[in-house]
């Protein structure tokens, strides 16, 4: 089989929004901001909704201890809000130039995750004291 | 009990009561938390295939057993690997609220602060994951362009190492307070 041919099939193996310029552009921005607006979240406390599962409330934004609710969840709300930031700028990396979108070093997709790690454990801090007490 | 607290939320609320009257509410959550360990163990044979395909790729015919797990055709894998994450994510979103007022204050009230923490740790890794996965389809999507092999690889890895450690942390939490407990 010719090289030709092999590269022709592989290329028709590639779905439409595999082969899309704009997916990549999104795909790549998605992922490589993602880790660090999650942190970001976290650390400066953005949930977008709050939610409290001993009364089934949901509530928009942050909210604190209530008497007789029970504890608070704030994950849901970090992880919307951080798909969200995620995705507008995902959607602006497939509006501006390729030639801009293309500098973006892939792997970033890798390291970003890596480097989020430390920032987690210290973030944890509040369960290490209590298990070194 | 506070007023308004949900019934069906948790044994320590008070609430045992059967599901639409077809099972209890602890067969409820547990089978639940059954489809979120059949979904990650899928993920995670999945993904295990694929970071060794590409951490270790086979140059010659598959012989021993070590080598024909290498060698299976990794692209395959990517949107199977896409769709249980995000199986295995919103089912363990979904079963989390039960964990918070069922599990997390008994461990809390015995001092397992470790396991807590560590819980608290998978939920933050298991969105890193959900995150990179836009990026992990693309890179294997476009597997014949060498463009993408260093990144393809180095977030496989990543992927893999993160969701065995989901599925360790989890693992060492439902045997801590899990299945029947």
Not at chain 1, 22 to 39: D, L, Q
Request: glycine share 8%; proline share 5%.
């Amino acid at each position: 089989m010719s090289a030709t041919t092999t590269e022709s099939r592989a290329a028709q193996r590639t779905s439409s929004l595999a082969s899309s310029r704009k997916f990549k552009a999104f795909a790549t921005t998605f992922s490589i901001s993602g880790p660090v607006i999650y942190c970001l979240i976290q650390y400066f406390n953005y949930p977008l909704v709050t939610y409290w599962p001993a009364t089934g409330r949901l509530g928009w934004g942050y909210e604190g201890a209530r008497p007789g609710a029970g504890p608070n969840m704030l994950w849901y709300g970090w992880t919307v809000t951080t798909i969200l930031i995620a995705s507008a700028l995902g959607i602006v990396a497939m509006i501006i130039p390729e030639r801009l979108t293309k500098k973006i070093p892939l792997w970033l997709v890798w390291l970003l995750p890596i480097l989020a790690v430390p920032y987690i454990v210290y973030s944890l801090m509040y369960w290490w004291r209590l298990a070194a007490r | 009990m506070n007023a308004g607290l949900r019934p069906d939320v948790s044994p320590l609320l008070g609430g045992n009561a059967a599901m639409g009257g077809l099972i209890s509410t602890n067969t409820f959550w547990t089978l639940w938390l059954f489809v979120h360990l059949i979904s990650a163990l899928g993920l995670l044979g999945a993904l295990t295939h694929q970071a060794m395909a590409v951490a270790l790729p086979v140059r010659k015919p598959a012989a021993g057993i070590v080598s024909r797990f290498r060698a299976v055709p990794a692209a395959g894998y990517a949107t199977a690997v896409c769709v249980l994450y995000v199986i295995t994510f919103v089912v363990g979103s979904f079963i989390y609220t039960q964990y918070r007022i069922a599990i997390r204050i008994p461990l809390e009230a015995r001092h397992y602060y470790k396991t807590g923490g560590f819980f608290d740790f998978k939920e933050h890794v298991a969105v890193i994951g959900l995150v990179l996965l836009p990026a992990y389809w693309y890179f294997w999507k476009n597997a014949q362009n060498p463009e993408y092999d260093n990144a393809r690889k180095g977030v496989t890895l990543v992927l893999a190492v993160a969701v065995w450690f989901l599925f360790i942390v989890g693992h060492v939490l439902n045997n801590t307070r899990g299945f029947a407990s």
